[in-house]
């Protein structure tokens, strides 16, 4: 008699079937009828595969995912005669793949039964999205932990930008969850961050505090918008050399983007950030930013929590130029 698979194998086997069937393609085969004689392609296509977008459907014809009398046709506009045979290759869109489990490492600063803080490394996308619908930071929780699978965005519970480094909390359960976005809106998790900007910022601390809004002209932008969102970031210089400043940042709300158009709209790009006028310096090809120190209530236990974490070494070292006055090479 065989040994029955102890459960991290039967886990395991769960998780390449559900792999499998999210990668499973459909092949649908059919004539072309009467009523679809010399009409386009991608309109017969559309006829046999409703529930899709005529887009998405365009776009598997341009793969080669469809044969007309056994043969390729590539061309959504050609045209197609009574009778033929035509065969629908529906592969699953990249979307439908994008919420499973990924195993990647984690730099856990904390986890216990109810959430994990991390330090997420620059370059990682948290949330999937047009170009990234595999390899992010929700992948990565899918897999950490099973109970990922039934909260809202895997328990994420705020962002931090692509190319921004440093602290996030990630909610385990869904009390968790509840209670960290309550939190979050009622301004009671305190998040401290470090940035580098080109010019000269004001001695003195101020704060900036203005509604921002998607930019109407580039849409990957945010914006100061009379019509957007509450944004308030406290900002403090701490040193200024070479025509740059060393600044520290608190949030008192979290819109997109939002220290970089702040900060931008005074005439002080991050270093690295060509989206808002910034530019490599300091040996900084990214947006200069990092998130240093988070701090908040346990969800569960209502104690105090407060984390800080280093900056990778290209943040490090373009911050200690700034700060000790080094000279540049």
């Known amino acids: 008699m065989s040994k029955a698979p102890d459960a991290a ?16 393609s459909e092949l649908r085969s059919a004539r072309v009828p009467d009523i679809l004689h010399g009409e386009r392609l991608d309109k017969v296509v559309v006829s046999f ?91 990565a929780l899918l897999a950490h932990h099973r109970g990922a699978a039934s909260l809202p965005r895997a328990g994420i519970v705020h962002r931090l930008d692509k190319d921004t480094s440093g602290l996030m909390v990630v909610a385990k359960t869904l009390p968790a969850f509840t209670a960290l976005v309550r939190a979050i809106a009622a301004r009671e998790v305190h998040r401290e961050y ?3 900007v080109h010019g000269e910022v004001a ?25 957007g969102k509450p944004a308030r970031t406290d900002v403090e210089r701490l040193a200024f050399a070479a025509g740059h400043s060393a600044v520290h940042c608190t949030l008192h709300s979290g819109r997109t983007h939002q220290i970089r ?12 950030d060509a989206l808002y006028g910034g530019r490599p310096a300091l040996g900084m090809q990214r947006q200069a930013l990092h998130a240093a120190r988070l701090a908040f209530r346990h969800p569960a236990t209502a104690k105090a929590q407060s ?17 000790q006055g080094v000279p540049q090479p």
């Open 261 to 272: 158009v702040h900060l931008a709209s005074r005439g002080h790009p991050l270093v690295g």
């Open 9 to 24: 194998h039967a886990d395991s086997a769960d998780e390449t079937n559900e792999a499998s069937a999210l990668d499973a």
């Open 49 to 139: 595969a409703p529930e899709f977008s005529r887009s998405h459907l365009q776009t598997l014809i341009v793969a080669g995912h469809v044969r007309v009398d056994g043969q390729v046709r590539a061309t959504a506009s050609s045209k197609v005669a009574a009778g033929q045979r035509l065969d629908l290759e529906l592969v699953p869109t990249a979307e439908s793949r994008a919420f499973r489990a990924e195993a990647q490492p984690l730099a856990i600063v904390h986890e216990d039964a109810h959430l994990l803080v991390l330090d997420k490394r620059a370059g990682w996308v948290v949330h999937p999205a047009a170009g990234n619908w595999s390899g992010t930071l929700l992948n």
């Open 307 to 323: 984390f800080e974490t280093a900056a990778p070494l290209d943040f490090a070292h373009a911050w200690q130029l700034v700060t």
């Open 194 to 196: 470090r940035a580098i």
């Open 203 to 227: 001695v003195a601390p101020f704060s900036i505090d203005a509604p921002i809004g998607r930019d109407p002209r580039v849409r990957v932008r945010m914006a100061i918008s009379s019509q």
